[in-house]
Structure formats: C-alpha cells, structure tokens
C-alpha cells in the first residue's frame, strides 16, 4: 500500500489504526482501479516518536499495605512501595537505537549466580550485577550511565500508573475464576451441580464448543496496569512512596510506578 501524495509503502500493521483510511479509484487512464491510503499527518508523526509524550518511572518493591489519615480525620487506605534507587545500566538513543529509552536496573543480585555476559554489562555502569532489569521509553530526564534515580523524581500529589503481575490463584473453576452461581437447587433430578459450568453449546448445529466460552482454567498472574492512583507521602530516607489504593501483586512482588 502507498501512502496518497509520497511513494513510500506502508506495512500492513498500519491498516488497524483508525486514523488510516482504505480509499479504492479509478486513476487516470491505467487499467484497473488502485488502492493507495490516507494517512493523517498526526498518524506520521506518532509513529515516528514525534508527538510521543515524554515520561518518567521507577522500579519498586511491594512492601504491604497502611493507612494515611488526613487533617480532617479523612481515612486512605495505602500501598507501601519501595521505590529505588534504581542506576541506569544503559541509554537509548534515536541515533544508535531507532527510540529513547532508559534502562533502569534494581535489585543486588549475587556475582556467582551472574552469568559472564549480565557481570560485564553491569561493569560498564560501575555497579554491581541487579536481579531485574527494564527499559522506560522516552524518560523525561537526562541521565548518563551509571547514575542513579530515586523517588525524589516524583513528588507528593502526582498522579502515577503502578503495573504489576496479579497473585496466581491456579486452576480454578467457573465460580470463582467467573462469578457463576451454579444451576440452581437440588430439586428436579439435580444433585451436587451448583459449581458446575452447565451447557457448553449446542450439539447438532455447532457440534463443537465456541471460542471464547467462559469454563475453568488458570486464574491470575496476570499483568495489570492501575491508573490514577496518587502519590499520598514519600520517604525519601527510605526509598518509600505511599500511594492510595491497591496494587496488584503479593508483598515483595516487583511493580513499576510510572507518571
């Protein structure tokens, strides 16, 4: 597919986005109609990393659960997190690597269960080998190799995003995996069916079982994003930040906390 006005082919991932228009003419006097697309010059931009938004996160630590009160008596329940510090391991450029990003490291992690590659890498950071390792694109602040970023990035009042793996429940069934309420009573033939799934389809038209139908299987671990949660108080002594509400995992489980 080309792009209308330039002659330059856009790949086919392109055709999701919304802002890309299929347009199908006759053009000129050539045989046949062409297909070419309308692309938006904000599309363009984006996905050149123009008008990408400039951002800022850390690596942190679940520790567990408190609660704040305000002046007024006011109650928020809050999560205790770790935050940091975390040292850049390595920086991305447009240049060398087609984006920017930070590489932010966390975590000491013992040399003899480092492999020859992981010692080396940290070595060009001057730290020590880190149990866990991730990129922030587009970091807002400008840091070199080997220095160091703590919570006094963020401050009281901001407005963060935490993501986190969810507790692994395991196999479950449809009640708790679903929120079913089983079939009913125990009357009409029906015994021990409360918890069970009931019908799976049809049997002669489809003769199978559907996509998508909701049955028991693996529960949680999953990775999830909480938005709008607020920065209540931070411990920089610490490396703590209290922020309100709840973040998915279990205590001491890694979540990252991004602005």
């Given at each position: 597919?080309?792009?209308?006005?330039?002659?330059?082919?856009?790949?086919?991932?392109l055709l999701?986005?919304?802002?890309?228009?299929?347009?199908?003419?006759?053009v000129?006097?050539?045989?046949?109609l062409?297909?070419?697309?309308?692309?938006?010059w904000?599309?363009l931009?984006?996905?050149?990393?123009?008008?990408?938004?400039?951002?800022?996160?850390?690596?942190?630590?679940?520790i567990?659960?408190?609660?704040?009160?305000?002046p007024?008596?006011?109650?928020?329940?809050?999560?205790?997190?770790?935050?940091?510090?975390?040292?850049?391991?390595?920086?991305?450029?447009?240049?060398s690597?087609?984006?920017s990003?930070?590489?932010?490291?966390?975590?000491?992690?013992?040399?003899?269960?480092?492999?020859?590659?992981?010692?080396?890498?940290?070595?060009?950071?001057s730290?020590?080998?880190?149990k866990?390792?991730?990129e922030?694109?587009?970091?807002?602040e400008?840091?070199?190799?080997?220095?160091?970023i703590t919570?006094?990035?963020?401050?009281?009042g901001?407005?963060?995003?935490v993501?986190?793996t969810?507790?692994g429940?395991?196999?479950?069934?449809?009640?708790?995996?679903h929120?079913?309420?089983?079939?009913g009573?125990?009357?009409?033939?029906?015994?021990?069916?409360?918890?069970a799934?009931?019908?799976?389809?049809?049997?002669?038209?489809?003769s199978?079982?559907?996509?998508?139908?909701?049955?028991?299987?693996?529960?949680?671990?999953?990775?999830?994003?909480?938005k709008g949660?607020?920065i209540?108080?931070?411990?920089?002594?610490?490396?703590?930040?209290?922020?309100?509400?709840?973040?998915p995992g279990?205590?001491?489980?890694?979540?990252?906390?991004?602005?």
């Amino acid at each position: 597919m080309f792009v209308a006005g330039t002659s330059k082919a856009i790949n086919g991932p392109l055709l999701r986005l919304r802002r890309i228009r299929r347009i199908t003419e006759k053009v000129g006097d050539e045989p046949g109609l062409k297909t070419y697309l309308h692309v938006s010059w904000s599309v363009l931009n984006n996905l050149a990393g123009i008008n990408r938004k400039k951002m800022k996160g850390i690596i942190g630590k679940k520790i567990g659960m408190t609660s704040v009160f305000d002046p007024s008596g006011k109650q928020t329940a809050c999560t205790i997190i770790e935050a940091g510090p975390c040292v850049v391991t390595q920086v991305r450029t447009r240049e060398s690597d087609g984006y920017s990003a930070l590489q932010l490291a966390f975590g000491d992690k013992n040399e003899k269960h480092s492999n020859k590659s992981e010692t080396n890498h940290f070595a060009k950071s001057s730290t020590s080998p880190k149990k866990f390792v991730k990129e922030f694109r587009d970091f807002s602040e400008e840091k070199n190799i080997g220095e160091t970023i703590t919570v006094d990035i963020f401050a009281e009042g901001d407005k963060v995003e935490v993501v986190g793996t969810t507790k692994g429940k395991g196999f479950q069934g449809v009640v708790k995996r679903h929120g079913f309420h089983g079939v009913g009573g125990q009357s009409h033939g029906q015994h021990d069916r409360s918890r069970a799934p009931g019908s799976l389809g049809n049997s002669s038209d489809a003769s199978r079982v559907m996509k998508g139908i909701r049955m028991a299987g693996r529960m949680g671990s999953d990775r999830v994003k909480i938005k709008g949660l607020e920065i209540v108080k931070i411990f920089s002594d610490k490396n703590y930040i209290l922020v309100s509400g709840s973040v998915p995992g279990y205590n001491g489980s890694i979540v990252l906390i991004q602005k």
